[in-house]
């Protein structure tokens, strides 16, 4: 429950920080980040978004290969994750597709939004 509390200190005062710091200048307005302190402060909400880092201890070997068609997006300018991520999931897609988006961070879909929803509809229509 440490990281918990640590997060949810100063109603999430780190978290809200770790948007502005990790995203291009304006892609989240004040009272967006407002909401997010917000959902922040749900019950068990902290522990749900920690649960899907902790289970990435954890990995399963993948018997079966995905065969949906799959369009990976990804940021480049990433500071959680590294593109080399994106590579090695497509490697266990039989109709797999990457589109990077150089200025893109981890929040790519706020800050190209246009971008990322014309390669979406692309994709979906393709």
């Not at 402060?41 to 902290?46: D, I, S, T, Y």
């Not at 799959?70 to 797999?96: F, N, P």
Request: net charge neutral.
């Amino acid at each position: 429950m440490l990281p918990e509390a640590v997060l949810g200190a100063r109603r999430s005062a780190l978290l809200a920080r770790a948007l502005r710091t990790s995203s291009r200048a304006g892609a989240f307005e004040e009272e967006e980040i407002a909401e997010y302190r917000q959902a922040w402060e749900r019950p068990g909400a902290l522990t749900n978004m920690l649960n899907w880092y902790r289970a990435l201890r954890f990995r399963p070997s993948l018997k079966e290969r995905i065969t949906t068609p799959t369009l990976v997006i990804w940021g480049m300018r990433d500071q959680a994750l590294e593109s080399g991520l994106a590579k090695r999931s497509l490697a266990l897609c039989d109709d797999g597709r990457l589109q990077t988006f150089e200025k893109g961070t981890h929040w790519v879909q706020r800050e190209e939004s246009n971008e990322v929803n014309a390669a979406l509809l692309a994709f979906l229509e393709g």
